[in-house]
């Protein structure tokens, strides 16, 4: 769990807390510091490995209950955004999960010994300046003249994980 505001190795590339405030010509945390913690257990082979959010409470539920059915170690990561820390007004926390799925930088799956076994398809793929706007812990990418380039960045990262866990099923809305 993340608590207190302060960056983490969960902490997203360039956003600002109080211990990576927005200062400086790279203003955030940086990049290539964080880590998947689901992906790391992932890589060691744990026998259930989950993502959720929030914002489907049915698919939480689920994924706890399949992974308190199993044996051995598991893993259940939930996103949670945090009014406090992200900056956002306490109710757009559930739209605030649905934009972080939605634009792909928080991929919703589930992995089975270290392999991808499922993951909930993005219906309608939004651009990360979306989620991202509405959080003044990223509010030093859009206070400037012109379009700030840590934003196509952020991008990339959404892209790759779109296609890293298939989230764009037959019948998902492509990203304007």
């Known amino acids: 769990m993340n608590t207190g505001v302060q960056r983490s190795s969960a902490t997203p590339p360039a956003a600002s807390t109080t211990t990576?405030?927005?200062?400086g010509p790279e203003r955030g945390?940086?990049?290539?510091?964080?880590?998947?913690l689901p992906l790391l257990a992932m890589a060691h082979g744990l026998p259930y490995v989950a993502?959720?959010?929030?914002?489907?409470?049915?698919?939480l539920e689920a994924k706890v209950t399949r992974a308190m059915?199993?044996?051995?170690?598991?893993?259940?990561?939930?996103l949670v955004p945090c009014p406090l820390?992200?900056?956002?007004?306490?109710?757009?926390t559930i739209a605030m999960a649905r934009l972080a799925a939605a634009c792909g930088l928080f991929p919703v799956f589930e992995a089975v010994d270290g392999e991808?076994?499922?993951?909930?398809?993005?219906?309608?793929?939004v651009p990360v300046e979306d989620y991202l706007r509405g959080q003044k812990r990223f509010a030093h990418l859009f206070d400037q003249?012109?379009?700030?380039?840590r934003l196509a960045r952020l991008q990339a990262l959404a892209d790759r994980n779109i296609r890293r866990f298939r989230l764009l099923g037959p019948d998902a809305g492509a990203r304007p």
Not at 29 to 36: E, P, Q
Not at 85 to 92: A, L, N, R, V
Not at 145 to 149: E, I, Q
């Open 20 to 23: 990576t405030p927005a200062s």
């Open 29 to 36: 945390n940086t990049f290539g510091t964080g880590k998947s």
């Open 51 to 59: 993502t959720a959010t929030v914002a489907d409470l049915h698919d």
């Open 69 to 78: 059915s199993m044996h051995g170690a598991r893993y259940l990561h939930v």
């Open 85 to 92: 820390g992200w900056g956002h007004p306490t109710d757009e």
């Open 116 to 125: 991808l076994a499922s993951s909930t398809p993005i219906r309608r793929q």
């Open 145 to 149: 003249a012109g379009v700030d380039p």
